[in-house]
C-alpha cells in the first residue's frame, strides 16, 4: 500500500500556475473547438448559449470547486478520495468507479476525433486540398475520411500513442509540461484567429446567431446544453478531483476554479466567433453538425488569404486542445490504477491507454457502413460514436455532477466543509460566496439537473 498522503514531487504541480495551465488544458478541448460551434448551430444559437453560459455559472464553477477541493484534501484519484471521505462506503466509491468509467469511454471517441483533427493537420501541412472551392469538395473530403475506418484507426492510433506518452511521462514531466507550452501556444492562436474572424464580412451575422437569435428552446436543448457544460468543463468524472489531487495542502482552489472556468468560457465563445464568420463569410449552413469545422474552416480558409498557413494553425490549435484534454482523460483512469493496485505509472499509462484504444475501434468504425456505422444507425437511428457521446456526455456527467454535489453537500462533515473552502483562498474566505455556494451545491444543482432529466424522460411533463 502506497501511502497517498506523502506524494512524490513527480505527482504533484511545480507550481500554481502549472495547476491553472494543466487545468485548463483539460477544459479547453475539442468540447470547446469542435463540439461547442455545432450543437449550437444545431440548438439555434441564442438562447441555447445563453443557457449553456448559465449552467457554467450555477452548476459549473460551483461543481468545480467541490472537485477541486475534493482532490486537494485527499490528495487521492476519486475512487480513493470518495472511500477516504466516506469510511470507505461502497456506494461512493462506485460514484467514482462510474466516473473513471466514463473518462475511458470519452476519450475512446474523443481520440477518433482528434484523430479527424491529425488528418487535417497533415493535409495543411502538404497542401493536400480539392483544386475546386465547392462545398461539394469539402464534404466529400471530410467524408472519405469519416467512411474510412483505416484512416480512422490509423490517426486515432497515433493520437493515443501521443496521449499515453504523455501521462507516462508524470504529472510534472508530462502532464505540467505540455500544459505550459501547449496552453501559451492556444491562447496566442485564439486571439490572432478571432481578429482575422472579426475581420469578415460575416461577423456581423455570427453575432446575431450567437448571442441575438431567439428559437425555440426545448428540453432536449437545456440538456444539450447542460451536458456541454459538463463536457467542456471537465467536471462529472473526476478529471478535476485528480488534478486537484496534486496540489499542495493549503493551494488555493476557489480563485483557481474560478480562472479555470472562465478561460474555458471565453474560449468556446472565441471558437464560435471564429467558426461562425468564416461559415457565413462563405454562405454555408450553421447547423452542420461534427462535420462542421472539418468542412467549413478549410473549405473558407482555402479562399482566402494567407488561408494554408490558416489552416495549419487552426488544426494545430485544435491538436493542442484535444492534447491537453486527453491526458486528463487517461490521467483519471492512470491515478485510479496507481492508486488502488499500487501499479507503477508506466504500466498503468500504458495499460490504460490500450484499453481506451480498444474501446474506441467501434467510434473509428461509426463512419463506414458496418455494424457500428450505418448498422446501429438503422436500428437505433444513432451510430455507435453518437451514441456513446450521446449517453457520456448528456447523462452520465451530468450525473457525476448530482454524484458530488450530494457528496460534498449533504455527506462530508461541514465543519471540514467550511475550513477547506476557506484554505488558501481570499475568495473563499468570504461568508456570502460560502453560503451561496453550499445552497448551490446542496440544494440547487442536483434538483435543476434532476428536474432537466425527468423532463427529457417525459416523466415531469
Ligand atoms: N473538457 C474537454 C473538452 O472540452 C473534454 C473533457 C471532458 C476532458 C471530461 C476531461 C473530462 O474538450
Redesign the pocket.
Known amino acids: 500500500m502506497i501511502d497517498h498522503k506523502d506524494r512524490t514531487s513527480n505527482t504533484q504541480w511545480g507550481s500554481k500556475l502549472g495547476f491553472i495551465a494543466a487545468a485548463a488544458g ?7 473547438i469542435w ?1 461547442f460551434p455545432y450543437i449550437t448551430g444545431q440548438n439555434g444559437g441564442g438562447v441555447f448559449v445563453l443557457f449553456y453560459l448559465l449552467c457554467v455559472i450555477v452548476l459549473g464553477f460551483p461543481i468545480m470547486v467541490a472537485e477541486v477541493t475534493i482532490g486537494r484534501t485527499t490528495q487521492s484519484s476519486p475512487v480513493r478520495a470518495y472511500g477516504e471521505l466516506s469510511n470507505h462506503s461502497r456506494l461512493w466509491q462506485t460514484v467514482g468507479l462510474v466516473g473513471v468509467i466514463t ?1 475511458a469511454v ?1 476519450l475512446s471517441y ?1 481520440s477518433v476525433v482528434a484523430g479527424w483533427g491529425l488528418h487535417y493537420l497533415m493535409l495543411s501541412l502538404v497542401g493536400w486540398f480539392p483544386q475546386v472551392n465547392t462545398p461539394e469538395a469539402y464534404t466529400n473530403l471530410f467524408d472519405s475520411l469519416h467512411q474510412s475506418v483505416g484512416l480512422n484507426i490509423w490517426w486515432q492510433s497515433i493520437f493515443m500513442i501521443i496521449t499515453t506518452w504523455v501521462v507516462l511521462r508524470g504529472v510534472r514531466g508530462g502532464l505540467e509540461q505540455v500544459a505550459n507550452i501547449g496552453m501559451v501556444t492556444l491562447f496566442g492562436i485564439i486571439v490572432v484567429l478571432t481578429i482575422y474572424a472579426s475581420t469578415l464580412p460575416g461577423f456581423g451575422s455570427a453575432l446575431d446567431f450567437v448571442f441575438g437569435h431567439a428559437e425555440r428552446f426545448t428540453w432536449v436543448s437545456a440538456l444539450e446544453a447542460l451536458g456541454q457544460a ?8 473526476g ?1 478535476m478531483l485528480t488534478y486537484g489531487s496534486y496540489l499542495k495542502l493549503h493551494d488555493d482552489t476557489v480563485g483557481t476554479s474560478l480562472v479555470i472556468s472562465l478561460a ?1 468560457t471565453a474560449v468556446a465563445v472565441a471558437a464560435c466567433l471564429i467558426i461562425f464568420p468564416i461559415t457565413f463569410s462563405v454562405g454555408l449552413e450553421p447547423a452542420a453538425g461534427p462535420g462542421l469545422v472539418f468542412i467549413n474552416i478549410p473549405l473558407a480558409l482555402h479562399q482566402l488569404p494567407f488561408g494554408g498557413v490558416g489552416m495549419f494553425v487552426f488544426f494545430l490549435l485544435l491538436f493542442i ?2 492534447l491537453t ?1 486527453a491526458i ?2 487517461l490521467e483519471v483512469a492512470t491515478a485510479f490504477l496507481i492508486d488502488s493496485l499500487g501499479w507503477r505509472r508506466l504500466k498503468a499509462a500504458i495499460i490504460c491507454g490500450a484499453i481506451v484504444y480498444f474501446l474506441g475501434l467501434p467510434s473509428a468504425a461509426s463512419g463506414g457502413s458496418g455494424l457500428f456505422g450505418n448498422g446501429m444507425e438503422q436500428l437505433i437511428g444513432m451510430t455507435w460514436f453518437d451514441a456513446v457521446d450521446y449517453l457520456a456526455s448528456n447523462w452520465l ?1 451530468p450525473l457525476g455532477g448530482i454524484g458530488i454535489s450530494l457528496f460534498v453537500g449533504w455527506h462530508i462533515n461541514s465543519q471540514r466543509r467550511l475550513s477547506e473552502f476557506r484554505e488558501g483562498s481570499w475568495l473563499g474566505s468570504l461568508g456570502w460566496v460560502y453560503s451561496v455556494w453550499v445552497f448551490l451545491i446542496r440544494w440547487f444543482a442536483p434538483g435543476a439537473i434532476a428536474f432537466v432529466m425527468l423532463n427529457v424522460l417525459g416523466i415531469l411533463s
Open positions: 483539460s477544459a479547453v478541448g475539442l468540447g470547446n463540439r473518462g470519452i474523443y459538463f463536457f467542456s468543463l471537465s467536471l462529472g468524472m478529471a474555458d486542445a484535444a484534454s486528463s482523460l456527467l
